[in-house]
């Protein structure tokens, strides 16, 4: 099991007290756009380490401001990853309303350049295969429901208490999902108020290994 973190949850976050509560993976946002640096990433990223845990950091997409930009602001934030950590995650998008207003002006076409040409940046300078989080209503309205990024692994959004998710893109190319980010309102020992809880598709031996199939030949 793992969460995911942001500015949002405060920087009061005891990363000792999340690990013992059997949570094994978190992610943490690291920037958005092509200057903003979320405030609470530096300490997060450190203090998860510290507590043993497998950690990863993400990416907020803004599709109007310039695509290699925003990696850079993203890779010079996170700095050069470590043999265990999870690879680069995009996170995309159409909340708030203001993001939705910025992904309705421009076109699908334009809209998987930016997406790609990004993913592409990021993995040339980490050399790791980057994850992609989003949401079957944001793939299907504004990606088009487009199969081009299935090769990608897929961390899904879904609130729901089905046994499994929604997944777009014909079950994300018949690959399906590897996390789950099963609800919002989740409770973890060392976070304050609700946290995004998260499910690994597999066992922690299958965790491991996925990190370390992760980078790219």
Known sequence: MGIDVSNHNGNLINWQSVKN?????????????????????????????????????YH????????????????KVVGKLELGDLPPVLDLEHYPEEVEKQWQQIDLDERIQRVQQWLDVVEQETGRKT??????????????????FTKYPLW????TTKPQPLVPANNWGENGWL?????ETGSVAGVRGDVDRNRFAGSFEQLLAFVKDSFVA
């Open 21 to 57: 509560s059997d949570v094994s993976f978190a992610f943490a946002k690291a920037t958005e756009g092509i200057t903003y640096i979320d405030p609470c990433f530096s300490d997060n990223w450190k203090q998860m380490k510290a507590a043993g845990l497998i950690r990863g950091a």
């Open 131 to 148: 994850l992609i989080y989003t949401s079957s209503g944001f793939w299907k309205t504004y990606m088009g429901d487009t199969q081009v």
């Open 156 to 159: 899904i959004a879904h609130y």
């Open 60 to 75: 907020f997409f803004r599709p109007l401001r310039d695509a290699n930009e925003q990696a850079q602001n993203f890779l």
């Open 179 to 183: 996390f789950w980010q099963y609800t």
